[in-house]
């Protein structure tokens, strides 16, 4: 078989898809400095879109919003993904088959999640219904319908879809400890809790890093869930920033203050991706001088 | 007083019997080297004695004490992995004293230990650092000191010098020796390199198979190998291999090697005659073959022969030189200022008394 020229390989992909990439990041980003509305419009208003949206109470709910949840999902998934991978870990038989139950739920379409999902905790015919059904009639969970507790009905969600995740990947951590530390504790006389916590977890903490930074700009991104289990209600009490930047841009007409709001989104996830990326370079000059 | 006694031990896993029925009895202060080559069975025995492996049927005695149902922390051994198996994210000081941290024993006691194994290696300098900055064979000095540090009943060592460098290899196994003579320890020491089983043990075992095939000194391991096996797998270069038929020959008996032009007729020492007539496989160090002016002894009487060289390997201390008698090939150690070529006829030196004989159909050492 001829092989492609490597330029049509390499380069053609590469260019049309940072291309894509770069071109609308930089239309967005001179958008927002404009007094777009309903069409792009030229013009320069300075900051007046940032100031106007940074006002907005819509935009501090969902700023509020998003450091509750996306600091809930992340460190709760982490969490039940390391029990789940430690639990994987014990050379349990059947473990591909629960490993694949576990994953399964990443393959689901975040729409797919949150309608179910909708559905499950709608008291009227979810799990409330059916335990008032079996009996229970006093049985309350109405947290899809209770302002407070809302954003955590995104949480719970949000970690049945993405703890398999974190746990294929500590999974995998945990698998690349080498066998002798952990015969050499055992010789040393520490239990298996010692182990885990002194032995095991120390070496895995860069892949905990990592699993981190990944769901924290999950969480930012995070729309389509929202968008399918609460529409950002009841009230505002689910608005998240994706779901503001889709308001302004296309129900209310606001291509400017939309443009300004998704830029903030980037500035958030640089962030979180900036210091990551520092640290992995730190991390790569001490292994190389190591 | 036996240290470590294992007796009758078996391991299977699923189809494939990995030790069968291993007998050893090892005393207090011993430096044992099991020896063989990957596959074995020899790092599965120890993980054993270590109690990391649970053997199918038998029993393993430490210190008269049976220890079949005691966990490794209870069984008072230290033992050094030959990946090092340094924690790393303790430091070096973190890594020798975890033991005694999971142990509960007091600060002060401890700093003690710290300060006594490292004065002992060397490694005061280190004992800040992470396992990451460290060189290897600092590592493996780390990862002695974590043994030492618990003065156990038993030290076991698993490969510990594999990963390291050819040179650094011979300095630490130096060291380990040294080490073992100044604290009289019992050390069980598993290896596949036959010379670090030669230089280091007190007594080696060599297994093969799933079995030990020999449990004795280095020296009745290297001059009287028990079969086959041991004798080509001790020593390097190994020790020739060759079928001979015995013939009497007055009051002495003659091995006879090859046949027509090719025969080589070697008498053998006298002790030997007594297997007149039998086949045998003849087997005879390479050392046991010089050049033609040494002897072997000064009431010695060498005896000679001839014989085509095949190919010269030169070390610098001596040359090993192929050649082929009576139809077999055969190594021999010649001094480097003989020099041969390749298609040459030399004459021989050779040293018979310390020929060995062994049955052909048993592979065992009948003389």
Redesign the interface.
Known sequence: MRRLPEVLVIWVPLLLSAGHVVVFTAWTTWMSFTPSTLMPASGWVGLRNYTSVLATRNWKIAFDNLLLFGAGFVVLTTLVGLILAILLDQRIRGENVLRSIFLYPMAVSFVVTGTVWSWLLNPGIGIQKLMNDLGWTTFRFDWLIDRDMAIWTIVLAAIWQASGFAMALLLAGLRSV?G??I?????????PA?IYL??IL??L?PIVISVLVILLQFAIKTFDLVRALTGGGPGLATQLPALVVYDFMFQRGQIGRGSAAAVLMLLTLLGVLLPYAAWKYVQRRRAAN? | MAALVIRDVNKRFGPVDVLQGINLEIGSGEFTVLVGPSGCGKSTLL?II?G?EKQTSGSVEIDGRAVNDV????RD???V?????L????TVRQNIT??ME??NVPRAERDAAVARVSHLLQIEPLLNRKP??LSGGQRQRVAMG?ALVRDPKLFLFDEPLSNLDAKLRVEMRMEIKQLHQRIHSTMVYVTHDQIEAMTMATRIAVMHHGLVQQFADPETVYNRPANLFVARFMGAPPMNTLPARLVAAGSGVNAVVGTGDEQVVLPLPPEMAGFAGREVILGLRPECIAEERRRFGEDVEPLMVEAPVVMTEPTGAETVVLLVLGGERVLGRLSPDVRLRPGERGRFSLDMRRACLFDPKTETLIG
Not at chain 2, 71 to 74: A, E, G, L, N, T
């Open positions: 080498e002798d530390l015969k050499a504790a055992q010789i040393d006389g520490a239990g010692r002194r032995v120390p070496a903490w190591a | 993980n270590a990391l966990p490794p922390r209870d051994i230290a033992m992995f030959q990946s090092y198996a924690y790393p994210s303790m975890f033991g999971c142990r990451g900055q974590r």
